[in-house]
């Protein structure tokens, strides 16, 4: 019966000794769960918005109003939205709707430096670049850029080694093709 009461006695002086502490602690992770809470709110909304923006630039693409959709598509990639901002890159492209090739290179790059873009994506996306650069690619770019797609266990690996043993093969330079070839 005493170790009870002592061990109650304990706990109750524990909680008058610490009682700012513990306050303190639990409002921290109340605090927490709401900011989490608010801010999963927000990119909610953000991702809603730039949908919408995302669908109206193809519905006027599909008007033939180009200049106003390629103007939206350009603030679509600046926002850097893991799903809308390479679909925009993407559109932008396939409607040729940039005729500076810097500018598609800038926001290739762009996409490719987006922190929270998977892998795999990225990888993809490098690939675009070096399709769209095509012949006027430099050799140091192609392996810049290839290399560690061609080292990782990527799934765009043949196809990076396929570029670079076609682009070697094109330039007539065999023994660097050979250590590209796909057995």
Same mark, same amino acid.
């Given at each position: ?40 709110? @927000?990119?909610?909304?953000?991702? /809603? ?9 193809? &519905?006027? +693409?599909? *008007?033939? !109003? ?57 990888? @993809?996306?490098?690939?675009?670049? /070096? ?9 140091? &770019?192609? +392996?810049? *850029?290839? !290399? ?36």
């Amino acid at each position: 019966m005493n170790d009870q009461i002592n061990t109650q006695l304990n706990m109750s002086n524990f909680f008058k000794n610490n009682k700012k502490k513990i306050v303190s602690f639990l409002t921290i992770i109340i605090l927490s769960i709401f900011i989490f809470v608010i801010y999963s709110e @927000l990119q909610k909304k953000n991702n /809603i918005k730039i949908s919408d923006e995302f669908n109206l630039a193809k &519905i006027q +693409l599909a *008007n033939n !109003n180009t200049k106003s959709s390629k103007d939206k598509l350009i603030s679509i990639i600046k926002k850097k939205n893991t799903f809308y901002s390479p679909s925009a890159l993407n559109l932008i492209i396939d409607y040729d709707l940039i005729e500076d090739e810097n500018e598609v290179i800038e926001y290739f790059d762009l996409i490719i430096s987006m922190r929270n873009l998977d892998v795999e994506m990225k990888n @993809l996306f490098i690939i675009k670049k /070096i399709y769209f650069l095509g012949n006027k690619v430099d050799e140091s &770019i192609l +392996l810049t *850029n290839l !290399n560690p797609i061609i080292q990782s266990n990527s799934i765009w690996k043949q196809i990076a080694q396929d570029y670079l043993y076609k682009f070697y093969l094109s330039k007539n330079e065999l023994d660097k093709a050979k250590e590209f070839k796909i057995n």
